[in-house]
């Protein structure tokens, strides 16, 4: 159990383009998820908590209106990439919480090249 | 600020001998510690977890020792093996601040056959 997937694996887009990634738990309803930015041998860092139903909260120097997200049910948020820029290519990876738990199960995470 | 602290940023062991990461926190709110585990393009996959009040959890080959009036915490890998070559990243969090995981650098773990 506790299965996490995201969508697409891998993307390649243009500058100025809108990326959306999906970000699912597939055997669990999950309360929380987050989204993390990891660069090349660095670590990871979280971007936004996102609560199923409410607002998004965005980590400090995160900008809200490029980085979409969206968490429409207890199985399933968006991260949307507005108008990405070369310096958006990273790793992106999301991770889910159960309720009442402390796990954070990750997904196998979203590598974007922008062009 | 870098709230967890992870050393050494790299490390290199013998098939079957003992792999030593350590951690330091200085946020005493922390109450969750785990460690992951992560292969180059794969997400991070939970290994192994401790709360500060137990001093030493273990499950299979992998310990994690907890010092909370050091604030440091370690994780032992006993028995490494080519397949645990990896990247190895502690994390901690807080009820409080509604469980955000602060992660360390992260330790690449090289185990020579």
């Known amino acids: 159990g506790a299965v996490v997937s995201q969508h697409p694996s891998r993307v390649i887009c243009k500058s100025g383009t809108s990326v959306k990634i999906e970000c699912r738990s597939l055997d669990f309803q999950a309360t929380t998820m987050f989204w993390y930015r990891q660069f090349p041998k660095q670590s990871l860092m979280l971007m936004a908590t996102s609560n199923e139903g409410s607002k998004a909260t965005y980590e400090q120097g995160v900008e809200k209106d490029k980085f979409l997200i969206n968490h429409a049910s207890l199985t399933l948020s968006t991260l949307t990439v507005t108008s990405a820029h070369p310096e958006d290519s990273s790793f992106y990876i999301c991770s889910a919480r159960r309720s009442s738990s402390n796990e954070q199960f990750f997904g196998p995470g979203t590598r974007l090249t922008v062009l | 600020q870098q709230q967890v602290k992870q050393s050494p940023q790299s490390l290199i062991v013998q098939k079957g001998g003992i792999s030593i990461i350590n951690c330091a926190y200085e946020?005493?709110?922390?109450?969750?510690f785990p460690w992951y585990q992560q292969f180059p393009g794969k997400g991070p996959a939970l290994l192994i977890a401790i709360r500060p009040d137990v001093s030493e959890k273990k499950e299979g080959r992998f310990t994690i020792s907890f010092n909370k009036s050091a604030k440091q915490f370690s994780l032992h890998i006993m028995d490494s093996q080519p397949g645990d070559s990896a990247t190895y990243f502690c994390?901690?969090?807080?009820?409080?601040?509604?469980?955000?995981?602060?992660f360390g650098g992260g330790t690449r773990v090289l185990v020579k056959p």
């Open positions: 994390a901690a969090s807080s009820k409080a601040a509604g469980n955000k995981l602060t």
């Open positions: 946020n005493t709110a922390f109450d969750y």
